[in-house]
């Protein structure tokens, strides 16, 4: 098999989860099979037509949720996305927020700028829930270092 080595490339293609608020207030969440990077400093979702792209039409505020199947964690897919959102939200000057449940990615994100805001202990089992934000800065400029 030819490798095409370390690319700014998200494969295997993931599902993302595209998180929006209905003009309620309601959250509204769809999973969205077709996304990828488009170049190092976007993201490319292809979502047709429904409440979550009204929504997005009516507030551009969303979340994007990913992960990384075990087996291939360590193997570079998921850093082009986390550097390409960055480039884009340094360039604006906007803040981030993450939550994990891994004690080991506290400091994988802290090497993205991510400062930890707080621990909390969950009710549904025996997790704890670290909450994460790396804070608006467009002195930064539009470069993100790569981990």
Not at 35 to 41: E, I, L, S, T, V
Not at 82 to 104: P, R
Not at 108 to 115: G, K, P, R, T, W
Request: charged share 20%; proline share 4%.
């Amino acid at each position: 098999m030819k490798s095409f080595g370390v690319k700014p490339w998200m494969l295997p293609q993931p599902v993302l989860i595209i998180g929006t608020y209905n003009a309620d207030g309601t959250p509204n969440a769809m999973n969205a099979a077709w996304g990828g990077q488009w170049d190092r400093g976007e993201i490319m979702i292809s979502m047709g037509s429904h409440a979550t792209t009204e929504n997005l039409a009516r507030c551009a505020d969303f979340t994007v949720a990913f992960a990384t199947r075990l087996d291939k964690q360590g193997q570079h897919y998921g850093k082009p996305l986390i550097t390409a959102l960055l480039s884009h939200l340094d360039a604006s000057g906007e803040s981030c927020y993450l939550e994990t449940v891994e004690a080991k990615n506290v400091a994988l994100y802290q090497h993205f700028s991510f400062q930890l805001e707080g621990e909390m202990e969950s009710q549904m089992g025996n997790l704890t829930l670290y909450a994460m934000r790396r804070p608006g800065d467009n002195k930064r400029g539009a470069k993100v270092q790569s981990a």
